[in-house]
C-alpha cells in the first residue's frame, strides 16, 4: 500500500508543499495559478491515496497561504465537493482567521459541504 | 511607473448602462490650501489621485508581475493592512480584465483616497460581457454572502467563473466597489475600507 505522503508534490511557483506522516499537507506561500490542472491533480492523488488507505481524516493546514487567486479557491472547493461526494474521511482544515480569505472562503465550504469538512483555527 | 496627475474631471458621457454602486465613488475635488506664512512639505494629493498608472494590453501575461509591483508599492505606501485588502481587489480586478478584455488598452491605477487607497481598472469588452457584469453586480450588492457562496458552487462544476474575484473583492476584503460604463469601456473602482 502506498502511503499518504508518497504523492508527488508538483512545482508551482510561490508555493511550498509539504507532506507529513500520516496524513497532513502543509501549504505555504501563495498560489496565482490561471491554469490549476496540476494543483487539482495532486489534490485529486491526495484525496485517492487517502480513500484507498482508509485514513479517516486528512488535515490541511493552511495558514501560512497568504495569497490565492480565485482559481486556487476553486480548486480547495473541488477538494471539499470529492470529499462529500465519496464521504470516506473527513477534510479538517487549518486555518488563519487574520488572511481574510481563508476566513472567508472556508467559512463558505462549510456552508456547502459541512458534513465533509471541519475548519479549525489557529490559536 | 509612478507619475504625478491631475485629479480626473467627472465623466459626462455615461450611456444608458447606469454605474451600479456599492457605494459613492466621489470624483476628485481640487481642496483649497490653507493660508500659511510657509510651507515646508509639499501639499498630499487630492482625494482620489492616481499615484500610479500601468497600461498592458488584454491576453498579456503581465498579471503576475504587475500584481506583484502594486501589491508592494501599495505595501510600501499604505501600510501592510490596506496593501494585504488591496492586494486582493487588484489581482482579482486585472486578472477580469487581461482575460475577458477586448482589443485595447487594461489601465490599471492606484488611487490615493480622502481616507483609504483604492485600485480602478478600465478595459474594453462586448456588450455581452457587459450585461453579464451588470446582472452579476445587481446580485452582489443585493446578498453578496450568498452570491458567493453561488460562484463558489458553480466554480466547482469546472468553469471558473469571473464572477468569484469581484465577489471576494466585496465580501471577502470588503471593498467599496463601482462599476461604470461607458459605450463598451468598463470601469471597476473598488476602495479599501479601512
Known amino acids: 500500500m502506498k502511503s499518504f505522503t508518497d504523492v508527488s508534490v508538483p512545482a508551482v511557483p510561490g508555493l511550498e508543499v509539504l507532506l507529513s506522516a500520516p496524513n497532513r499537507v502543509t501549504m505555504k506561500g501563495t498560489i496565482t495559478l490561471q491554469d490549476g490542472s496540476a494543483l487539482s491533480a495532486f489534490f485529486r492523488a491526495l484525496h485517492g491515496r487517502a480513500r484507498d488507505n482508509k485514513l479517516g481524516e486528512v488535515e490541511l493546514d493552511v495558514t501560512s497561504l497568504r495569497f490565492v487567486n480565485s482559481s486556487a479557491i476553486r480548486l480547495f472547493v473541488d477538494w471539499a465537493v470529492w470529499v462529500h461526494g465519496d464521504g470516506a474521511y473527513k477534510l479538517r482544515c487549518r486555518i488563519d482567521r487574520r488572511q481574510t480569505w481563508q476566513k472567508t472562503s472556508f467559512s463558505a465550504l462549510i456552508a456547502m459541504v459541512d458534513d465533509a469538512i471541519v475548519v479549525e483555527e489557529a490559536s | ?194
Not at chain 2, 1 to 13: F, I, N, V
Not at chain 2, 158 to 171: C, D, S
Not at chain 2, 177 to 183: A, E, F, H, Y
Request: charged share 20%; hydrophobic share 35%; with cysteine.
Open chain 2, 1 to 194: 511607473m509612478d507619475r504625478e496627475r491631475k485629479p480626473d474631471p467627472p465623466s459626462s458621457s455615461k450611456t444608458a448602462w447606469s454605474s451600479h454602486s456599492s457605494g459613492s465613488f466621489k470624483s476628485p475635488s481640487h481642496e483649497s490650501q490653507p493660508a500659511s506664512a510657509t510651507r515646508v512639505a509639499a501639499p498630499l494629493p487630492a482625494p482620489g489621485t492616481t499615484v500610479v498608472q500601468i497600461l498592458c494590453s488584454s491576453g498579456s501575461s503581465l498579471l503576475e508581475p504587475t500584481h506583484a509591483y502594486l501589491t508592494a508599492y501599495c505595501k510600501a505606501r499604505f501600510g501592510a493592512r490596506a496593501s494585504d485588502k488591496l492586494s486582493v481587489a487588484i489581482y482579482e480586478l486585472l486578472a477580469n480584465a487581461i482575460a475577458y478584455g477586448s482589443l485595447g488598452d487594461v489601465v490599471v491605477e492606484i488611487l490615493e483616497g480622502t481616507v483609504t487607497p483604492g485600485v480602478r481598472v478600465a478595459n474594453n469588452t462586448t456588450m455581452a460581457r457587459i450585461g453579464m457584469l451588470n446582472g452579476h453586480v445587481s446580485k452582489l450588492r443585493a446578498d453578496p454572502g450568498k452570491t458567493l457562496l453561488d460562484e463558489m458552487k458553480r466554480s466547482s462544476s469546472g468553469t471558473v467563473r469571473p464572477m468569484l474575484g469581484l465577489v471576494r473583492v466585496v465580501h471577502e476584503v470588503g471593498c467599496q466597489l463601482d462599476v461604470s460604463v461607458t459605450g463598451q469601456r468598463v470601469v471597476v473602482t473598488a476602495f479599501s475600507r479601512g
